[in-house]
């Protein structure tokens, strides 16, 4: 079993920037890590996602340009930086672990193990 703690959410004015960190209790180099993101009354959208080796990522729409996912497996340890926030980007964020760790899915049925989630808030 693998338990992902997240950490790093808060309130922010828009503009404003935030680090996300997800922390996993055991040794997760092999696999790939992804964030995503669920606001009040809306579905749980993907935002960003990185392979075991880092060299392949995806990230949704609304995050490229803004948000930088990373990872250090020594740390086991994924982050997702994000700058110049919205509103819109008010919402529970949550990280994931996939033991097919190769591919960086967009998709969160693909995952296996899920963190409880760090809410951000962007004021305007």
């Known amino acids: 079993q693998v338990h992902l703690v997240e950490s790093g959410g808060g309130l922010v004015q828009a503009g404003g920037s935030l680090r996300l960190s997800c922390v996993a209790s055991v040794r997760t180099s092999s696999y790939a890590m992804g964030w995503f993101r669920q606001a009040p009354g809306k579905e749980r959208e993907f935002v960003a996602a990185?392979?075991?080796?880092?060299?392949?990522?995806n990230y949704a729409s609304s995050a490229k340009g803004r948000f930088t996912i990373s990872r250090d497996n020594g740390k086991n340890t994924v982050y997702l930086q994000m700058n110049s926030l919205k509103p819109e980007d008010t919402a529970v964020y949550s990280c994931?672990?996939?033991?097919?760790?190769?591919?960086?899915?967009?998709?969160?049925?693909?995952?296996?193990?899920w963190g409880q989630g760090t809410q951000v808030t962007v004021s305007s």
């Open positions: 990185i392979s075991w080796s880092g060299s392949s990522i």
């Open positions: 994931a672990a996939d033991r097919n760790g190769g591919i960086p899915y967009t998709r969160s049925d693909e995952y296996d193990y």
